[in-house]
Every structure is written in structure tokens, then in C-alpha cells.
Nanobody, 120 residues
Framework: QVQLADSGGGLVQAGGSLRLSCAAS????????MGWYRQAPGKQRELVAV??????TNYADSVKGRFTISRDNSNTVYLQMNSLRPEDTGVYYC???????????????WGQGTQVTVSS
């Protein structure tokens, strides 16, 4: 069973900062990668940032230099968001790619989402 609990969203003015957190509970699974996606009203869900367990990271071009993804040893991933813009507004979803240690199969899991609103 895998559960993701994401939090940290809110309302902030343009230029401000927010920090999102996501704690993963993954019994009988190993975590291959964790990260964040977002979905703005009327748009498709898009990648924001993902961090592989081996250390590699991938960022959307629109957030490079402003957002930083990190992960601690307790299966918690963070997204530090600085210099926020109105176009960063959306629901941010925690994401995990996990591997079942018995079957070897991989699965994707999502958090419930946290709203980020950036006012101009």
C-alpha cells in the first residue's frame, strides 16, 4: 500500500515563496522517484519537477532557476517555490513512482493535491 500526503499550498502575491511537502508511506515498495505535477484550470496536468532516488532531477523549463526539489531520508519530498508568478497558479499534485519489491512491477501514485494561488 502506498499513500502520499501533500501539503503546503496557499495564497501568495507574485514574487513570493511557498514550500510544498509530500510524505510517502510505501510498505513493501521501494520508491524510484518522487516529484510534483500541477494542473491549472482548463489545462492538462504537467510536470513541475521530479527527483529520482539515484539523485537525478528534471524540471519544467518554466520553473528552472525558481523552484528547487529536494528529498530527505524519510521519503518526504519538498518543492521550494520562489519568485512565484500568477501563471504558477494551479493544483499541485505529489507524484511517486514505486516498485513492488515482490513482483518487481512499477506503479504511479498521486497525492490528493494542494492549491497554489499566486495573485498579481
Amino acid at each position: 500500500q502506498v499513500q502520499l500526503a501533500d501539503s503546503g499550498g496557499g495564497l501568495v502575491q507574485a514574487g513570493g515563496s511557498l514550500r510544498l511537502s509530500c510524505a510517502a508511506s510505501a510498505r513493501d515498495f521501494s520508491i524510484n522517484a518522487m516529484g510534483w505535477y500541477r494542473q491549472a484550470p482548463g489545462k492538462q496536468r504537467e510536470l513541475v519537477a521530479v527527483k529520482a532516488s539515484g539523485g537525478g532531477t528534471n524540471y519544467a523549463d518554466s520553473v528552472k532557476g525558481r523552484f528547487t526539489i529536494s528529498r530527505d531520508n524519510s521519503n518526504t519530498v519538498y518543492l521550494q517555490m520562489n519568485s512565484l508568478r500568477p501563471e504558477d497558479t494551479g493544483v499541485y499534485y505529489c507524484y511517486a513512482l514505486v516498485r513492488n519489491e515482490r513482483s518487481g512491477h512499477t506503479y504511479q501514485y498521486w497525492g490528493q493535491g494542494t492549491q497554489v494561488t499566486v495573485s498579481s
